[in-house]
C-alpha cells in the first residue's frame, strides 16, 4: 500500500513539469497486493563538474551554482536559478544530484522556490543528509515540480 501512496505522490509531484524529455523511470512488478508501478525519479543528465550552469530541466536553468559543507557537515548549496517556463509560477521543487567519476549518487540536495516571475531568477538554497566529501563532482539537476 505504500508503495502505490508514494506512486501518486510522485506523480502529483511531476505533473506541474511538463517535459520533452524523460524525468522519471518506473520500475516494480504488480503483484496481488500491489497493482501499480513504483514511479522513481530518474536523473536529469549529468554536466561537467566545472561548469554546472549548463545544467536545465523543464524550463528552469542554472545560472549559479555554489556547493560546500552545510555547516553541520553535510552537502549543501546555493544556486541561483532562471525560470525560463514561460510563466510565472507559485512554487517549484528542485532536485540536485551529486554524482562520481563513475556516476554513482554521492548525495542528493533538495530546494525549493516561491512566487517566481516568469524570466526571473531566483536564489535557491539546496539540503541535504549526504555527509558532506570534498571532491570534484558531476551533478544532475531537474525540476521535481511546479505550478
Known amino acids: 500500500m505504500r508503495s502505490i501512496v508514494?506512486?501518486?505522490?510522485?506523480?502529483?509531484a511531476l505533473a506541474g513539469c511538463s517535459s520533452?524529455?524523460?524525468?522519471?523511470?518506473?520500475?516494480?512488478t504488480p503483484t496481488a497486493t500491489h497493482s501499480a508501478p513504483v514511479v522513481t525519479p530518474a536523473p536529469a543528465a549529468a554536466a561537467d563538474a566545472v561548469d554546472p550552469t549548463t545544467l536545465s530541466n523543464n524550463g528552469w536553468k542554472v545560472a549559479t551554482f555554489n556547493?560546500?559543507?552545510?555547516?553541520?557537515?553535510?552537502?549543501?548549496?546555493?544556486a541561483r536559478i532562471v525560470n525560463a517556463t514561460g510563466s510565472d509560477?507559485?512554487?517549484s521543487a528542485f532536485t540536485m544530484t551529486?554524482?562520481?567519476a563513475s556516476k554513482s549518487i554521492v548525495a542528493t540536495l533538495v530546494g525549493s522556490a516561491m512566487s517566481v516571475a516568469k524570466d526571473a531568477t531566483v536564489t535557491v538554497q539546496f539540503a541535504s543528509t549526504d555527509p558532506y566529501k570534498a571532491g570534484?563532482?558531476?551533478?544532475a539537476f531537474q525540476c521535481d515540480g511546479s505550478y
Do not use: C, E, H, R
Open 89 to 91: 509560477k507559485k512554487a
Open 20 to 28: 520533452t524529455t524523460p524525468t522519471t523511470a518506473v520500475s516494480g
Open 67 to 78: 556547493m560546500k559543507d552545510d555547516g553541520a557537515g553535510n552537502f549543501g548549496a546555493t
Open 98 to 100: 551529486v554524482l562520481d
Open 6 to 12: 508514494v506512486a501518486v505522490i510522485m506523480a502529483a
Open 136 to 139: 570534484t563532482y558531476l551533478y
